[in-house]
């Protein structure tokens, strides 16, 4: 659901984590999703650090140094979250393992922009479900959210060496745009999945948890998903 930036939280929203998590289903789904952030950092960390071998220049690749050190840093942030509720970070974090490990291997880039793609698109997809998500958390969990959700630079950075490729050779926009779709579908089939297997997690998205969401909101969700995408692809110059 989308909330006007003045409008007053309600609900669990309106909530700090010591009173919203005296609810067991609402402290369960919590932990699932800072669960399922933590491995996704971890995971990005250990991708861009991968997509640093695949550099052409040393200026490239000191760029996806830093900005694996980024990723890195907001793991650490979810990891010692989890810790502080009283929640294993490792046990957290294993029920999402497969599915990303999964898509990650479905989705291992060939050559330096494919690389550059992936990370573009598929960590945006990922980060516009969370933030659609951290609306309807506690203000504690709603801040951490957001605040490792911070763009690491790699947004720019990618459209800037792609578009500057397709302006070079334009045929490689075709093979880029198929590409970015092939993702889009993988990620969110990998989400669906995760959700439907997790029944906090997924109560929390229909409702019973996250006061207000339904199943046609989630529907809207997805909706607004799909159009950050579009946009997404057209700023790499990308037919979606």
Known sequence: ME????????GIAA???????????????????LGALAYGELAAFERLAEDAKLAPTLTDKAELAKMASAEFHHFE???????????????????FAK??????????????????VKAYVGDSIASDFY??????LDSDTRGLVLSVLDDTGHGNFAVEKVRAAID?????????????????GEALSQAQRVVAERDALSTML?????????????????SRITEAHTKRMAALGLAA
């Open 3 to 10: 909330t006007p930036d003045n409008a007053t939280p309600t």
């Open 15 to 33: 909530e700090d984590w010591a009173t919203a998590s005296a609810e067991p289903q609402y402290r369960a789904a919590v932990i699932d999703l």
């Open 77 to 95: 942030q979810l990891r010692d979250r989890l810790a502080a509720v009283d929640a294993d970070p490792a046990t957290a974090m294993e029920p």
């Open 99 to 116: 599915a990303l490990d999964d898509f990650h291997r479905l989705t291992a880039p060939s050559d330096w922009l494919e690389g550059l």
């Open 131 to 136: 933030r659609e998500v951290a609306a309807r």
């Open 168 to 184: 070079a050779d334009p045929r490689v926009g075709g093979r880029l745009a198929l590409w970015a779709r092939r993702l889009m």
């Open 206 to 222: 229909v409702g019973g948890v996250a006061d207000g969401f339904d199943l046609a909101e989630v529907g809207r969700m997805f």
